[in-house]
């Protein structure tokens, strides 16, 4: 399954930048809503354990996640997951790198198909992992940003740019909005790759694969981004984006995600 290779490489890339660096970086404070790196990192490990549950353990899974979605929907995330991981500085990033590793081999040969359980909704093997990719990507942004590092787009990236896409209707829905009918053209770039969905009746949405995942996962403001957004609907869209579950979360403001 080639989402669980595309969640391997995008997790070593995002290992390769914090290991580069002094212990005293996970302790950085980051823009996404002042965590620190070490905070990023035990997030995505405490999500790829109950992920990785749900495949392994469906009734530890469903013992577990009603106090980990619990704390997502009362704001108290980082608290109930420093109790479910309670490992810091270079033990915890070991054990996360330990993780995905086994992660990525172990995946790779599961049903894509396969149903697991999960906070809401069931999901495919292939979704779940492909999730893990997004949350991987969108959080590693803030390290990136820390750590003053552009990150060069991959062809991995297409993964969160789906999700962007298949939540058209859910950040509609999210918001007790009304969906539309027909998602506006979304025309996108990676290099020389060009891949595009929607409409151009119901407006338009152009520019780097990059910049739209950014929007989409909410690490950038769209005012910050290049995307050429034309039309009430497609401006709607993108003003709100939200391609992650939970309540409805507002974008960051223009200018208060970037590097540093």
Not at 64 to 92: C, D, Q, W
Not at 157 to 173: A, S
Request: with cysteine.
């Amino acid at each position: 399954m080639q989402q669980a290779i595309d969640f391997l490489e995008e997790a070593r890339a995002l290992h390769r930048v914090i290991a580069a660096r002094p212990v005293a970086f996970l302790a950085t404070p980051t823009l996404f809503k002042g965590w620190t790196v070490e905070e990023i990192v035990r997030h995505l490990h405490v999500w790829d354990g109950l992920a990785d549950l749900a495949r392994t353990d469906e009734e530890a899974f469903l013992a577990t996640i009603p106090k980990a979605g619990a704390a997502v929907m009362g704001g108290n995330t980082r608290v109930t997951e420093l109790e479910l991981v309670p490992a810091t500085g270079r033990a915890l990033v070991a054990a996360w790198q330990a993780r995905y590793e086994r992660m990525g081999a172990e995946w790779a040969a599961e049903d894509p198909k396969r149903r697991l359980k999960w906070a809401g909704p069931s999901m495919s093997v292939r979704s779940s992992m492909t999730a893990r990719i997004m949350e991987v990507w969108s959080h590693g942004q803030a390290i990136y940003d820390v750590a003053g590092l552009d990150r060069k787009p991959t062809p991995r990236l297409w993964n969160v740019v789906m999700l962007g896409i298949n939540t058209f209707g859910w950040t509609h829905q999210v918001r007790d909005w009304p969906v539309p009918e027909t998602m506006p053209l979304v025309r996108l770039t990676i290099g020389d790759e060009v891949k595009e969905w929607g409409d151009a009746a119901a407006g338009r949405i152009e520019g780097e694969a990059e910049h739209f995942a950014q929007v989409v996962t909410q690490t950038r403001n769209v005012a910050d981004t290049a995307l050429v957004v034309e039309g009430e609907v497609a401006q709607r869209w993108m003003e709100n984006a939200q391609c992650f579950a939970g309540p409805p979360h507002p974008p960051p403001a223009p200018g208060s995600r970037h590097s540093v």
